[in-house]
């Protein structure tokens, strides 16, 4: 049964930080390479951030410097580490595999930045 299961968000102030973690199961992970998605309302689902399982990394250019992706093979975990968030970083977060994705999305994790 896959499960990914996103964990860690909630309301803070712009120029606040937040780390998100990601707890994979059921699909592969040390040679899966890994993503965080968002999506803000009305808006569709988006990459942000992408490591491959070699632990090279990517971003969109709206987050560049300021959110770091990072994984745990052994834990098969994946983090964000997200600071200096802003208003417009508000989304519900999710991770998913990228090279084996999941069909099923998980709950994703709420992040809030207030002005």
């Known amino acids: 049964q896959v499960q990914l299961v996103e964990s860690g968000g909630g309301l803070v102030q712009a120029g606040g930080s937040l780390r998100l973690s990601c707890v994979v199961s059921g699909i592969p992970f040390g040679g899966n390479a890994m993503g965080w998605y968002r999506q803000a309302p009305g808006k569709q689902r988006e990459l942000v951030a992408g490591i491959t399982g070699d632990g090279i990394t990517g971003y969109v250019e709206s987050v560049k410097g300021r959110f770091t992706i990072s994984r745990d093979n052994v834990e098969k975990t994946v983090y964000l580490q997200m600071n200096s968030l802003k208003p417009e970083d508000t989304a519900v977060y999710y991770c998913?595999?990228?090279?084996?994705?999941?069909?099923?999305w998980g709950q994703g994790t709420q992040v809030t930045v207030s002005s």
């Open positions: 998913n595999g990228r090279t084996y994705p999941s069909r099923t």
